[in-house]
């Protein structure tokens, strides 16, 4: 009888660890779709750490996670491209923020959609501009659905792509 008593602890330990880990400190990401490419693509695994937010803020071009609103089992992956108080406008299909074009360094071409939000825009106060990497094919910040993200509302910070092993490596 001692022995299952042990055994029982023990799982309730490991359980309480897991879940602990999961809700605190870090989880996995399936990234699905293309709107974070060429950083990340379709069927990719990432590691979503949750301590820099729990202790800290976003930080421009951290990449995170968050639920979707409209269905909050879907998980969005986007980039951060503006901070609260931020002046987020569009000009000739190129972001501007605080009137300071955008380094685009993560994306390629011109924007084709604008999305529906009208700009400019000031980023609310604990809140992020976000937008994917693939400009022309994310649901993002320029769209009313997804709107600026509230730093409660994110998961945390992408850190690692462990799958697949070839691509293994920091995210940046």
């Known amino acids: 009888m001692a022995e299952a008593a042990e055994w029982a602890a023990g799982i309730i330990c490991v359980a309480a660890l897991l879940l602990i880990t999961r809700n605190f ?16 693509y379709h069927g990719e695994r990432v590691v979503v ?7 800290g803020s976003p930080e421009l071009n951290d990449v ?11 998980l969005f992956v986007k980039r951060v491209i503006g901070l ?4 987020v406008d569009i000009i000739d299909r190129r972001m501007t923020i605080n009137g300071v074009e955008l380094d685009d360094a ?3 071409g011109l924007m084709v959609s604008v999305g529906d939000v ?10 992020y501009f976000v937008m994917g990497d693939h400009r022309n094919s994310s649901n993002d910040s320029r769209f009313t659905n997804v709107g600026c993200i509230g730093k409660k509302e994110m998961l945390g910070k992408l850190v690692l ?6 691509q293994f490596g920091k995210i940046r």
């Open 25 to 40: 400190i870090f989880r996995t990401a399936l990234i699905s779709g293309p709107s974070m490419e060429p950083t990340l």
């Open 49 to 55: 750490m949750k301590l820099p937010y729990i202790f």
């Open 64 to 74: 995170v996670a968050f639920p979707y609103r409209e269905n909050p089992s879907q």
């Open 84 to 87: 609260p108080g931020d002046v």
């Open 106 to 108: 993560f994306t390629e």
């Open 118 to 127: 009208v700009f400019p825009i000031t980023v609310p106060e604990n809140a």
């Open 161 to 166: 792509r462990f799958w697949p092993p070839g």
